[in-house]
């Protein structure tokens, strides 16, 4: 391998690439579309892509696409070769300004409840410039938005390029107030880190629920699991280090910043973690990096499991998504500095934030809610349910310093102090992690620990970036205004904190007093699951905040709303209907053929001499046979409540609520007695591999 500064970034047309091979008149106008937003003029697109087509065909690509995130949750891409036929039989490579800037593609055939029909099928892909093309298996990949022949957004990306544009309008015309003339943009940062498992190929062949659905519908909780606390930061295994040395190597090639590798709580649980970056080219990271995980681990004969909880009873994956806000001349919004009591300017955009997850705490839940989040949250190794925020001690003093007018009293620098002489001092931080808190202050940024792991980040960022544009835009109008304006930030500041505190909690999100506290006492919503949350996507105050801010519009919200209804019901569709056919196929008739064994021994054993003890054989039967009876019981009710779903067609909120509180109850119930004759069954008869194969199977 050659050296890492060598090989980061050497598939992808960056910023040095542009530098080195467009005219200083293209690039600087590429430069200026790319910072500012400017148009770019298609003979100015010609030129690039000229020089994006020698580019990558000199690193091997024979085709392009368009690479896009439709609502799927994944990407799309459809490929085109650049060769282009001549007059005399042959062929030549070209690529236009025409196919750079703008595709087609079939904007029925994705997910878009309503914005197009099936017979509309146009749909356009356009050249995102903010995020720069990358070489992947030969093919050059040209980050687009994706958007219906009317213009209404039918992916990520459109949305949250939107909210980056809203949240630098409204973040520009505050840091004006406080005389930084000096600054021309505003954009939020971002660091994802990513959660997932790696098991053995073979075992995840034999478990059809895996390979439907992701996750592990039936299984016992194994001898052993992550009571030990053996496997988080442990020594990784050299198996598991052979895909993480070559996943950072591709993903450095990409311009992926891959910082942090290590192995999680859980047993074949891991985590990769990059540096921050401007948060449009971070998810497309991320989904690079999702992709990546899946397509390396299977040259190792291993699978990446990015489902939220693959395992039950086992510490789920999640995706920290770690966030701030920036100046293009470098300052970190939301660094206190030194002495956070006299920084101004910090502590308004704290106070922004906090208005705004107070006001859209409803939104950020919805944001991260999924089917298979909804089995993480609230579960000891995630937040609940119920968003709040964790500022720390000291903020948390200043805070309520600021709303009492009292003189805060600055804490003197800690020195950490191990009471072992060889080891160093060190600065102690002003406050402790909160690994329970769905929103926490970790120093200069928010880190939003609620996403699952499976989900693209795009979507809770979007609601981040426009929900704090929103206040600021209201800060804004009414510090401009104001006559005095010393005067007016204190009274802003002191009333915002005054009416949004109940949102801070610095305790333990994972104690129940917690929870009623939150809920009876703070008014604090509590939305448990996917259909309880997603109903509040066209509550008004959401459709003004993101029409107002022109992230979307009520047709785009409402389309979002369905489709990620209607995935819901599909995704628990699928586990009812794996769960069906497992149990018939093969839980149930091992359990029986177990049962024929015990009965055959019990009737040899009498056979020989009636005294015989027979007490193993004739227990194990009895437990056996009612646990068969039960799971036949619960598959027959699986089965006609199945019916009555398919009954309801499109009713998709109808058929969340009814999957939510008829399916799920009943798969629970026959989960636990397939469950429990796993653990009374002998191992040779149980049909597939157990959690304890699964989660030791990579030696």
């Not at 003979?43 to 085709?63: F, Q, Y």
């Not at 910090?346 to 107070?358: E, Q, R, T, Y």
């Not at 160093?424 to 200069?444: H, V």
């Not at 009520?554 to 069906?580: F, G, P």
Request: aromatic content about 8%; some cysteine; proline content about 4%.
């Amino acid at each position: 391998m050659k050296n890492i500064p060598e090989i980061f970034g050497s598939l992808v047309f960056n910023d040095a690439v542009m530098k080195a091979r467009l005219p200083k008149e293209t690039y600087r106008l590429l430069r200026r579309t790319m910072a500012e937003g400017k148009h770019l003029d298609l003979s100015v697109a010609n030129v690039v892509a000229n020089a994006m087509k020698d580019w990558a065909t000199e690193n091997g690509a024979t085709h392009f696409t368009h690479w896009f995130q439709p609502m799927t949750g994944i990407t799309a891409e459809k490929h085109d070769s650049f060769i282009s036929p001549t007059d005399d039989g042959r062929v030549i490579m070209e690529f236009s300004g025409k196919e750079l800037v703008r595709g087609e593609t079939d904007a029925s055939s994705f997910p878009s409840c309503g914005l197009r029909s099936t017979f509309e099928a146009r749909g356009y892909t356009a050249w995102d410039p903010t995020s720069y093309a990358f070489i992947k298996d030969g093919t050059l990949c040209i980050p687009t938005a994706f958007c219906s022949y009317g213009g209404e957004a039918l992916d990520k990306k459109t949305p949250l390029l939107r909210s980056m544009e809203a949240i630098n309008k409204r973040a520009l015309r505050v840091v004006k107030l406080f005389g930084n003339e000096g600054s021309a943009r505003v954009t939020t940062t971002v660091g994802p880190e990513q959660e997932y498992f790696l098991i053995d190929k073979k075992v995840y062949e034999k478990r059809p629920d895996l390979i439907y659905c992701g996750r592990t519908l039936f299984g016992a909780k194994p001898p052993k699991g992550q009571e030990l606390d053996d496997h988080y930061f442990g020594s990784i295994k050299p198996r598991v280090a052979a895909f993480m040395k070559e996943l950072d190597e591709e993903l450095w090639k990409l311009g992926v910043l891959s910082k942090t590798k290590h192995n999680e709580g859980a047993p074949a649980q891991h985590e990769l973690a990059p540096i921050f970056t401007t948060t449009n080219i971070a998810c497309d990271h991320n989904q690079l990096t999702m992709e990546l995980m899946k397509n390396i681990a299977k040259k190792h004969d291993l699978v990446c499991l990015l489902h939220e909880k693959p395992f039950a009873g086992i510490s789920g994956s999640g995706k920290h998504n770690n966030w701030s806000i920036s100046t293009n001349t470098g300052v970190n919004l939301l660094d206190p500095g030194e002495t956070p009591q006299d920084n101004a300017q910090f502590i308004l955009f704290l106070c922004a934030v906090i208005k705004a997850v107070d006001d859209y705490q409803d939104m950020l839940r919805l944001s991260v809610a999924t089917a298979g989040n909804d089995h993480r949250l609230g579960a000891a190794e995630a937040p609940p349910a119920v968003v709040s925020m964790f500022l720390g001690d000291e903020l948390t003093a200043i805070l309520d310093s600021l709303e009492n007018d009292t003189v805060y009293d600055a804490k003197e620098e800690v020195l950490m102090r191990i009471g072992v002489h060889v080891l160093p001092k060190f600065k102690k931080d002003t406050t402790d992690r909160n690994r329970t808190s769905p929103l926490a202050f970790t120093g200069n940024k928010f880190e939003f620990r609620m996403p699952g792991a499976s989900l693209a980040v795009a979507s809770v960022n979007v609601v981040l970036n426009t929900a704090v544009a929103k206040v600021l835009e209201d800060f804004a109008d009414e510090l401009e205004n104001a006559e005095d304006f010393q005067k007016a930030l204190h009274d802003l500041i002191v009333r915002t904190i005054r009416e949004h505190k109940r949102i801070i909690f610095n305790g333990n999100g994972y104690d129940d007093a917690w929870i009623k506290e939150a809920t009876e006492v703070r008014g604090l919503s509590n939305l448990k699951t996917t259909p309880d949350a997603l109903m509040h996507y066209l509550d008004p105050k959401n459709v003004e905040l993101f029409t107002s801010m022109k992230v979307f519009s009520e047709a785009e919200m409402k389309s979002r709303r369905d489709i990620r209804m209607e995935n819901y019901c599909k995704v628990m569709k699928i586990e009812a209907l794996t769960m069906i056919e497992m149990a018939e196929k093969q839980f149930i008739p091992a359990m029986s053929k177990y049962g024929k064994l015990l009965a055959d021994t019990i009737a040899s054993k009498k056979a020989v001499c009636t005294t015989l003890d027979c007490t193993f054989e004739e227990k194990t039967l009895t437990r056996l046979s009612e646990l068969t009876a039960v799971a036949y019981e619960k598959v027959c009710d699986l089965k006609a409540h199945m019916g009555k779903l398919a009954e309801m067609k499109k009713d998709f909120i109808g058929s969340a609520f009814f999957i939510k509180d008829e399916i799920i109850p009943c798969m629970n119930a026959l989960r636990a007695a397939v469950d429990e004759a796993e653990t009374i069954c002998a191992s040779e008869y149980w049909p597939v591999p157990t959690y304890g194969e699964i989660l030791f199977s990579v030696k």
